[in-house]
């Protein structure tokens, strides 16, 4: 699986992409409940699971790695509403930069705050950027995804923030997340595990694409054995 952003860009990582191929996989064969995908991230485990009474997709996520230490507070924060809110820096594969506050993340100017921590130059590339705020029932959060602008909802963004707040004691696994497109479950049960996200993953339409020859051929693996398809 590629990921890319609608800039163009390729995303070395993307945990909601990877729920829609599995639940695609699953649609297309409902014997197919596991599924190995592979990333430029690595090789994620895919399973069909019953969350909220549908079938969904639960994926192995990997490990977090948090920069400069575990839990990786940042040496910087940001004044959001009044408070000196302080910054995270998570890895998943794809970097992020988590921004706990204690007001609502709507209230937020995401944009603003996302062109000054991209100043800060954590991540050698430009890192997605997520607003959380925990709330009695979980955590409410808004994200910035780099080469896309602000989204409904961002799977390993998800992971960066629960883990977050698992790893500073905010948060007890599993953590639910509420963001613009709806909700998901995250579990780690602390460092040197992998991070678990679930979540539903719904059919819209269905289209055809030309693959032009000249794309570069994607390397898979299959059984053991390699083989190269464009």
């Known amino acids: 699986m590629r990921i890319f952003n609608s800039d163009g860009s390729e995303a070395e990582m993307c945990g909601n992409g990877i729920r829609c191929v599995a639940r695609y996989l699953y649609l297309e064969n409902p014997e197919r409940t596991e599924a190995s995908i592979e990333t430029p991230s690595g090789v994620m485990q895919t399973k069909i699971v019953t969350w909220h009474g549908a079938p969904s997709v639960r994926v192995m996520m990997g490990e977090p790695k948090f920069e400069g230490g575990s839990p990786g507070k940042l040496d910087r924060s940001i004044m959001l509403n009044g408070e000196s809110a302080p910054a995270y820096g998570v890895s998943m594969g794809n970097?992020?930069?988590?921004?706990?506050?204690?007001?609502?993340?709507?209230a937020c100017d995401l944009e603003n705050v996302a062109n000054e921590i991209t100043r800060w130059s954590v991540f050698d590339t430009q890192p997605n950027i997520e607003l959380a705020q925990v709330v009695r029932d979980g955590i409410r959060m808004r994200v910035l995804e780099r080469g896309v602008g602000e989204t409904w909802a961002c799977g390993t963004g998800a992971c960066a923030v629960a883990t977050a707040a698992i790893a500073i004691g905010q948060m007890k696994s599993p953590v639910a997340l509420r963001t613009k497109g709806g909700l998901v479950r995250v579990e780690w049960q602390g460092a040197g595990n992998p991070a678990h996200l679930t979540g539903n993953a719904e059919l819209i339409f269905r289209t055809e694409v030309e693959v032009p020859s000249?794309?570069?051929?994607?390397?898979?693996?299959?059984?053991?054995?390699?083989g190269a398809r464009p």
């Open 95 to 106: 970097p992020h930069i988590v921004v706990f506050t204690t007001g609502d993340p709507a």
């Open 214 to 226: 000249d794309v570069e051929a994607i390397q898979i693996r299959l059984d053991g054995a390699g």
